[in-house]
């Protein structure tokens, strides 16, 4: 088993954020589409960020550490996550 995800969840609307939490205001968004879907990550003060790209800046945002993000793209890899 690997490590287990624990995102920390971020509205940039409200404009919440969990002390001590990077809140990506400066970071540079890449964003990936497919079948009508878009996702945006960032990185800032070691932590990943990732979005809607459809909502961009209104879109509440997940903070993973890097430990998880390797984690989950591992798992996405071998297809873990995959619908049956």
Same mark, same amino acid.
């Given at each position: 088993?690997? !490590?287990?995800?624990?995102?920390?969840? #971020? *509205?940039?609307?409200?404009?919440? =954020?969990?002390?001590? #939490?990077?809140? %990506?205001? @400066?970071?540079? =968004?890449? &964003?990936?589409? $497919?079948? $009508? *879907?878009? !996702?945006? !990550?960032? %990185? /800032?003060?070691? &932590? !990943? $960020?990732? &979005?809607?790209? +459809? /909502?961009? @800046? @209104?879109?509440?945002?997940?903070?993973?550490?890097?430990?998880?993000? &390797?984690?989950?793209? /591992?798992?996405? +890899?071998? $297809?873990?996550? @995959?619908?049956?």
């Amino acid at each position: 088993m690997g !490590v287990a995800l624990s995102p920390l969840l #971020r *509205n940039s609307r409200s404009g919440g =954020w969990m002390a001590g #939490r990077p809140t %990506f205001s @400066d970071a540079t =968004w890449r &964003r990936a589409c $497919g079948g $009508g *879907n878009c !996702v945006e !990550v960032a %990185f /800032q003060d070691g &932590r !990943v $960020g990732v &979005r809607d790209g +459809k /909502q961009g @800046d @209104d879109s509440p945002v997940l903070a993973f550490t890097a430990e998880e993000w &390797r984690a989950f793209l /591992q798992e996405a +890899k071998t $297809g873990a996550f @995959d619908p049956s």
